[in-house]
């Protein structure tokens, strides 16, 4: 029994609840652009129709769980996320808004059940520290912790005669925001200020970059380490804010140097979606999630493990295609994202291993 499940990232651009100041430098949602924004969110979360979406960019669960509920297809989801830690406590929220260090997180919605309890990873794994030009402390967390969530896939469609019915299917999948090209500023430096000469300006970059590339490396290893403990199909849903040819992405991968014809058993690399995709129609390549400098961009993936690629020992399933919903970037109503929605379809095979 062939089964289809459909997999999406999608950065909504601060879903924040209406009065809370999210940035010091944006003011917060009046209610009736917060109404605006939930019901545009809404829109395309029921025209996407797919069964597993990460999101980036929540500022809060409870204003994506209204979102849901306004929506014809998710109301009855699973949900999860984390709130930031300083949601827990107003002293500290408001701490942080004040130095503007506020940032969100990110969630999963399924309306696939879930095989185990939700995981959220703050910390680079393995003691992994990485020294930030100009900080005395090195750098030990992920700017926005990673989301891992196991979900189950296959078994649900009544048999067939003839056809071997379809195995109930463990899925990993995380979800991850990593940390922007936006500058770094310290000691009170910014963008327009008169402190920020062109070498102030390349320190703030070079610690974004330093960072980008240490939440790929930490990310990697979450990756890693869950496929040698368990090796079920793996599936990462997220903003990198990167191309997928550049090393940070490839960091993510693992796909530096490794060539599957020097391949002997499994592998922990992991495949970009678009490339693989097996209904490849060149004549419709209108694939970009962002735009930067009037340039166009795709800087939100998805990435599978040998578990979907085409012609692998362990392939269970195989990537049919992959869809972006782009228009809004070029109509840029004011309730809508700045990055397109990124969508894969999946096919499992009909007889699944284990």
Aim: proline content about 7%; some cysteine.
């Amino acid at each position: 029994m062939q089964q289809e499940v459909r997999f999406a990232t999608f950065n909504v651009l601060n879903l924040a609840p209406p009065g809370m100041r999210f940035y010091v430098d944006q003011e917060p949602w009046t209610q009736a652009q917060y109404d605006a924004k939930a019901d545009w969110i809404a829109q395309q979360l029921d025209l996407l129709d797919a069964d597993v979406i990460g999101f980036q960019e929540i500022f809060s669960q409870d204003a994506l769980r209204d979102v849901l509920s306004r929506t014809r297809k998710y109301r009855n989801a699973h949900h999860a996320g984390f709130d930031p830690d300083a949601f827990a406590d107003p002293a500290g929220l408001e701490a942080s808004v004040q130095n503007g260090m506020l940032t969100p997180s990110v969630a999963l919605v399924s309306r696939l059940p879930f095989f185990a309890a939700p995981a959220c990873y703050g910390k680079l794994p393995h003691g992994l520290a990485v020294q930030l030009p100009g900080i005395d402390a090195p750098a030990t967390t992920f700017t926005r912790p990673i989301l891992h969530v196991q979900v189950i896939a296959g078994g649900d469609a009544p048999p067939v005669p003839g056809f071997p019915a379809a195995r109930k299917q463990p899925i990993d999948v995380f979800v991850c925001h990593l940390k922007s090209k936006r500058p770094d500023y310290r000691g009170g430096a910014s963008a327009g200020s008169p402190d920020a000469d062109s070498y102030t300006l390349g320190l703030a970059m070079l610690r974004s970059m330093i960072r980008r590339g240490a939440e790929a490396l930490g990310l990697r290893y979450l990756i890693s380490d869950q496929l040698r403990r368990q090796r079920l199909p793996l599936v990462v849903l997220g903003d990198f804010n990167d191309v997928a040819a550049a090393m940070t992405t490839q960091l993510v991968t693992g796909a530096i140097s490794e060539r599957r014809v020097n391949r002997e058993g499994p592998t922990d690399r992991l495949f970009d979606c678009y490339r693989i995709q097996s209904r490849i129609r060149p004549l419709r390549d209108v694939g970009y999630t962002h735009t930067h400098d009037n340039t166009m961009e795709t800087i939100d993936h998805i990435l599978v493990s040998a578990a979907f690629e085409p012609g692998a020992a362990e392939a269970i399933g195989e990537v049919l295609e992959v869809v972006y919903v782009n228009d809004h970037l070029g109509l840029r109503p004011p309730e809508a994202s700045d990055h397109g929605l990124v969508l894969a379809r999946v096919l499992l095979y009909g007889t699944l291993p284990g």
